[in-house]
């Protein structure tokens, strides 16, 4: 296939400027970074708080050299200062695109800006799962040749409402019909997720094809730094990495600290650090974080915490726990298991399909095997240190995912 124009969506993207990349916004940079390194021309779409910012390749180029804090974000300047009432961050990446960008316009005049600007065969790109509305995917298809590539992350709203706001179900739902109405391509990062958005597409109308791509693991993300001290806790530790949600389930594990603190002797009980931002619907647990009679001796918090911390706990920990009730593709188990840390995760096919044998799986019903296995694991680092990091798991790779994704869009 001959490859056009993309056009990628950096709304999301550039809000990295102001927090730690969750697993959705690590798959966005991911594609930022490729596209950027791609010969193809390349544009870059921003939705501003009164319109639309179109970019150019440089400019795209120069936000990712920022993202990535290779230069410096300027300020906010006067029009965003006086009109928009939002936060810092929102001021200075509003400002720096109107800066860079090569045209802007009002939502109602965007097919015009994009007619204008933008050549035959371009396709958009949005991995976010967001700022997708119907009146942006109808002005790249009236483009000559304008396709829209979609990337579907999982239907966990949907199927799992529990889990989710009413708010973040509807918003979702609706976003899936315009997928099935406009995207020219459907990707995803597990056969799991494609499975379930084809039985939700499927019910709406004829589906095409779903295109299934493991996402990658950054090779930098776990290399060591020499001057990066191990975590500061002198028995056996266990870590859970991912926002503090419902279906992350960390009711779970508190509930067998709990446990552990009664039947193993205070010099014997295993650490347990928590390391992610507090999410939603999830009251009762935050409410267990702060009255802990652990917290600060067994219990640890951490809720603004960076990789390089993050790859030392994980260079250092018993093992890393992950006792999800559900997930698309789980990128903090896998990226968990290539630092070669012992992972302990809950019995979910997908994670069967990413990870295979190397992890020891636990139902989320069985709060006596996870106990059991955090107690054999304890026994056997007490005394030991840290054994050889080398578990014999090869993740997978973003080349892989862009060599199968990139000829499609």
């Known amino acids: 296939m001959t490859q056009g124009a993309r056009l990628f969506e950096l709304t999301r993207t550039l809000g990295l400027m102001s927090r730690h990349p969750s697993g959705v916004d690590r798959v966005c940079l991911a594609y930022l970074r490729a596209l950027c390194a791609a010969p193809e021309p390349l544009f870059g779409l921003y939705r501003s708080s009164i319109g639309y910012l179109l970019l150019d390749r440089s400019g795209v180029e120069t936000l990712l050299a920022k993202v990535e804090r290779q230069e410096p974000w300027g300020g906010p300047d006067l029009w965003t200062r006086l009109v928009h009432k939002r936060t810092k961050h929102h001021y200075i990446t509003e400002a720096e695109c109107r800066r860079l960008c090569i045209a802007r316009s009002r939502p109602a005049r965007l097919k015009q800006m994009l007619m204008r600007h933008l050549p035959e065969g371009t396709v958009y790109i949005n991995v976010d799962q967001g700022n997708m509305p119907?009146?942006?995917?109808?002005?790249?298809?009236a483009l000559p040749g304008g396709r829209v590539a979609a990337f579907v992350h999982d239907t966990i709203p949907l199927d799992h409402p529990e889990v989710s706001t009413h708010k973040s179900r509807v918003k979702f739902e609706r976003l899936l019909h315009r997928v099935r109405q406009h995207a020219d391509v459907i990707l995803t990062n597990s056969h799991v997720s494609a499975r379930?958005?084809?039985r939700h597409l499927s019910a709406w109308g004829p589906v095409g094809r779903i295109?299934?791509?493991?996402?990658?693991?950054?090779?930098?993300?776990f290399q060591n730094e020499d001057n990066r001290e191990a975590p500061p806790f002198t028995n056996p530790f266990f870590l859970m990495v991912g926002t503090i949600e419902p279906r992350k389930n960390h009711k779970l594990i508190l509930d067998v600290w709990d446990q552990l603190s009664r039947e193993i002797a205070p010099e014997k009980t295993p650490h347990l650090v928590i390391c992610g931002r507090r999410g939603w619907l999830n009251e009762e647990v935050f409410d267990r974080l702060n009255s802990s009679p652990l917290r600060g001796t067994y219990l640890h918090e951490f809720n603004n915490i960076s990789d390089a911390e993050i790859r030392t706990y994980l260079n250092h920990c018993t093992a890393a726990l992950f006792p999800s009730i559900v997930e698309g593709f789980g990128l903090p188990p896998v990226e968990a298991a290539a630092a070669g840390a012992p992972v302990i995760c809950s019995d979910l096919e997908v994670f069967h399909e990413t990870l295979g044998d190397i992890p020891i799986y636990?139902?989320?019903?069985?709060?006596?095997?996870?106990?059991?296995?955090i107690i054999d694991l304890t026994q056997q680092a007490q005394g030991k240190g840290i054994a050889d990091r080398d578990g014999g798991y090869t993740p997978p790779s973003w080349e892989a995912h862009f060599n199968t994704v990139l000829k499609m869009v």
Do not use: C, M, Q
């Open 196 to 198: 379930d958005i084809e």
């Open 134 to 141: 119907a009146r942006l995917l109808s002005a790249v298809k």
């Open 211 to 221: 295109h299934v791509a493991h996402l990658g693991v950054e090779p930098d993300f």
């Open 362 to 373: 636990a139902s989320v019903t069985d709060s006596y095997a996870w106990k059991n296995a």
